[in-house]
C-alpha cells in the first residue's frame, strides 16, 4: 500500500471504502475497496476532500482481487452460463437455460480447501431455472498471492467444476394401474399429478392407459408406449408389498435392467427405476405418496431422468442423507435440505 495524490490515481486500486457525505441526502461508500481509479473519479474524490489516497502497490506475483476472482470463475464453466462482470471481487454465474446443475464435489472442495479463495454454489443435481444464480466467485484478501491461486487451479484440473444440462425428454407416458380405478370406481387422481410434474420439465404426456392390476397388461402398455416413441414411462400405483400390488412384476416382465427396487426417501421409499432397450428408456413405478405429498423421491429423480443423466443404485442409495422431507408448511423445494 502507498500514499499518491489523488490527481496521479487514474489506474490505480483503493486499498479502502471511502465514504461520502451529502447532508440530509447521502451517507455511504462512495467507492469501495478495490475500486480502479477512473479520470471521471477524481473530481468527485477532491469534492470530498480526499487530495491523497491509498492505493495497492503492485508487485511481481501478487493479484488484485478482481483478476483473481475472473480466474476463479474460468474454473466454473461456460455452456449453459452467464458471466457477470466481476464486482468489487466478486464474479457471479447464473443459467442461461432450465436444466439440471451438476457439480464435482471434490474437486470443488478441493479448491475450497487451497485457501484464502471460494466458490460458493447451489446442490448439484438440482433443477435451476433460467436466470437463477448458480455460484459466485471471490479471493478473501483484497490482494493474494499468484501461486496460492495456482495452487486452487491444479486442484480443479482441466475439466469445469460446474455443468448445466439442459433437459432433453420431451414425450413421456403414463400407465394407471389399479381395477378400481380401470372400472370407475375411484378417480385417478394420480394422472393427473405425474402429467403435472412431467410438465415442470417440458415433456407433453403422449399416452395415459389404465391397465388394471393385472402385469401382463402393464408388460404390454409399457413396450407399446415405448415403441410409439416415448422416451419415459411411468406406472402409478401398485408398488407395495402387496399381493395384488404387481407393478414391479410387470415392470421386470419387460425385460428393462432394474437400477433398484426401493430408495432411501420419505416419502417415496417403495419407488422403482429401470432402464429399457438400448435406449435405456427411464421406466418408473411410482408409490401412492407421489399422487398426495408436495414432493417425494419422484421430484429428486425426475429432473436428472428430463435431463438424460444416468442414474444409478449408488445414487439412489446416497439420497438417504437429507432424504427425510420434513413436510413444511410452506414447501420451498429445490431450496432447501430434501435430498441434498
Known amino acids: 500500500m502507498k500514499t499518491i495524490r489523488t490527481e496521479d490515481a487514474v489506474g490505480h486500486v483503493l486499498c479502502h471504502d471511502l465514504t461520502q457525505i451529502i447532508p440530509g441526502e447521502y ?59 466481476v464486482k468489487e471481487g466478486k464474479v457471479e454465474l447464473t443459467a442461461d437455460c432450465d436444466g439440471l446443475l451438476k457439480v464435482d464435489t471434490a474437486r470443488l472442495k478441493a479448491v475450497n480447501g487451497a485457501g484464502e479463495v471460494m466458490i460458493a454454489s447451489r446442490h448439484g443435481n438440482t433443477p435451476v431455472k ?18 496460492k491461486l495456482k495452487k486452487a487451479e491444479q486442484a480443479a484440473g482441466d475439466q469445469p467444476l460446474f455443468r448445466l444440462m439442459p433437459y432433453r425428454l420431451r414425450r413421456a407416458a403414463i400407465a394407471v394401474t389399479g381395477n378400481e380405478v380401470e372400472k370407475g370406481l375411484i378417480e385417478d387422481k394420480f394422472s393427473p399429478v405425474v402429467q403435472n410434474k412431467l410438465a415442470e420439465y417440458g415433456m407433453e404426456t403422449v399416452g395415459v392407459r389404465r391397465v388394471g392390476d393385472d402385469p401382463a397388461r402393464l408388460t404390454e402398455a409399457i413396450l407399446d408406449f415405448i ?30 435392467d432394474i437400477v433398484s427396487y426401493g430408495a432411501p426417501v420419505l416419502p417415496g421409499a417403495m419407488f422403482l427405476l429401470s432402464y429399457y432397450g438400448e435406449n435405456r428408456v427411464p421406466v418408473c413405478g411410482l408409490p401412492g405418496c407421489v399422487m398426495y405429498a408436495k414432493r417425494t423421491i419422484f421430484d429428486l429423480v425426475l429432473p436428472r431422468l428430463a435431463a438424460c443423466d444416468p442414474v444409478t443404485a449408488d445414487d439412489l442409495a446416497a439420497l438417504g442423507e437429507g432424504g427425510l422431507c420434513l413436510n413444511c408448511p410452506v414447501c420451498t423445494y429445490p431450496n432447501c435440505g430434501f435430498g441434498k
Not at 492505493?55 to 461456460?78: F, I, Q, S, Y
Open 227 to 256: 415403441e410409439q416413441g416415448a422416451e419415459l414411462v411411468v406406472c402409478t400405483g401398485g408398488m407395495s408389498v402387496d399381493p395384488d400390488d404387481k407393478t414391479p412384476l410387470g415392470i421386470k416382465n419387460t425385460g428393462a
Open 130 to 147: 433460467k436466470g437463477d444464480k448458480i455460484l459466485g466467485t471471490r479471493v478473501i484478501p483484497l490482494v493474494i498471492a499468484e501461486e
Open 27 to 85: 451517507k455511504d461508500a462512495r467507492f469501495r475497496k478495490g475500486h480502479i481509479v477512473t479520470e471521471e473519479d477524481i473530481p468527485v474524490l477532491l469534492s470530498m476532500g480526499k487530495e491523497n489516497l491509498f492505493v495497492w502497490e503492485k508487485t511481481p506475483g501478487m493479484l488484485h482481487e478482481n483478476e483473481a476472482a475472473e480466474r476463479l470463475a474460468d474454473l466454473c464453466g461456460t455452456e449453459h452460463f452467464v458471466r457477470s462482470a
